[in-house]
């Protein structure tokens, strides 16, 4: 029988977990994606080894009770265990696009909402939104039709729907209700790509201010100001990743996930929530 927790995590800046940087000409490192709304994944294997090497470095040892203890040579069995905590992916919940001449907005889509109810273990009975919902604080251009209307680089987009979205913000995230549009399913992933950070980067010459071999590269990577939810199952309670304060058990703590963390990449900070 497991414990369920869940994780939110909301970037402080680009994120991207996926291919490695290379020198190989036109190299775009792209990010990790789910496989059917094609928006930002980071895989439970990067979430594992954070934690792992957060503790590891805290309190020494906890980590092998904790995560599994590490192939010992020698021993039949490696001397491995199982991990006692358990992750699983992250996916999007709400994702920055920027809306020329308008506010930023947060948006969303159905399919997302929904593995965001399941993880969090809301009540039956909260009904996901309809594509195209938004507050009616939302900040937007009215139309004729008297419906709002906002404005994305590759076109527009009508709220056909008004609803209060204030139960669908993760509790210690800075969202507010009035930027948030929940989006359809087959929208998801254009809008998902006008969102990327994206940065091009070139590999210098060791000895002059000079490309060398012409080697030029992208990343793309999730934009600050995005957030993720992530499911954790436990088989004991008990676990504290994050230490304690002077008074109580830490529930949220600043982490660095992916790659190109020395050039500004990865730092987040993760919001637990549930049993653990």
Same mark, same amino acid.
């Not at 994120?15 to 940087?21: E, I, K, Y």
């Not at 204030?166 to 210690?172: D, F, K, R």
């Not at 100001?225 to 703590?253: C, H, N, Q, S, Y």
């Not at 190109?260 to 919001?271: M, N, T, Y």
């Given at each position: *029988?497991?414990? +369920? ?48 090497? @957060? ?9 092998? %009770? ?15 265990? /199982? ?9 999007? #919940? ?10 930023? #907005? ?15 273990? *809301? ?15 939302? %900040? ?7 419906? +709002?209307?906002?404005?994305? =680089? ?22 507010? /209700? ?7 399913? =087959? ?6 790509? *006008? ?6 980067? #070139? +590999?210098?010459? @060791?000895?002059?201010?000079? #490309? ?33 304060? /002077?008074?109580? @058990? ?24 549930? /049993?653990?």
């Amino acid at each position: *029988m497991y414990q +369920k927790a869940y994780g939110i995590i909301e970037t402080l800046a680009p994120l991207h977990v996926g291919a490695s940087a290379g020198e190989e000409t036109g190299n775009l490192n792209l990010i990790f994606r789910d496989q059917f709304t094609q928006t930002g994944i980071i895989p439970g294997s990067s979430i594992r080894g954070r934690f792992r090497a @957060d503790m590891r470095d805290r309190a020494a040892g906890n980590e092998q %009770h904790w995560y599994g203890h590490e192939a010992v040579a020698g021993q039949e069995d490696g001397g491995t265990t /199982e991990a006692i905590v358990k992750f699983e992916y992250a996916s999007i #919940v709400w994702l920055p696009v920027f809306c020329p001449g308008q506010p930023i #907005v947060w948006v969303t889509c159905p399919r997302l909402l929904q593995r965001y109810k399941l993880v969090t273990q *809301m009540e039956a009975n909260i009904s996901i939104p309809e594509p195209y919902t938004a507050a009616r604080s939302l %900040h937007a251009r009215p139309v004729e039709s008297r419906r +709002k209307v906002l404005f994305f =680089n590759l076109g527009f987009l009508e709220i056909e729907h008004e609803d209060s979205l204030a139960q669908w913000i993760p509790e210690g995230t800075q969202l507010k /209700e009035e930027n948030l549009v929940v989006v359809a399913d =087959n929208d998801i992933a254009m809008i998902h790509d *006008m969102a990327l950070y994206r940065q091009s980067r #070139v +590999k210098l010459s @060791d000895s002059e201010k000079k #490309v060398e071999g012409g080697a030029f590269f992208n990343v793309e990577a999730l934009p600050e100001g995005a957030v993720m939810v992530f499911p954790i199952a436990l088989k004991e309670l008990g676990w504290r990743p994050f230490g304690k304060t /002077e008074t109580a @058990d830490k529930t949220a703590d600043d982490l660095y996930f992916g790659g190109l963390e020395s050039i500004g990449f990865g730092h987040c900070k993760v919001i637990l929530g549930g /049993e653990y």
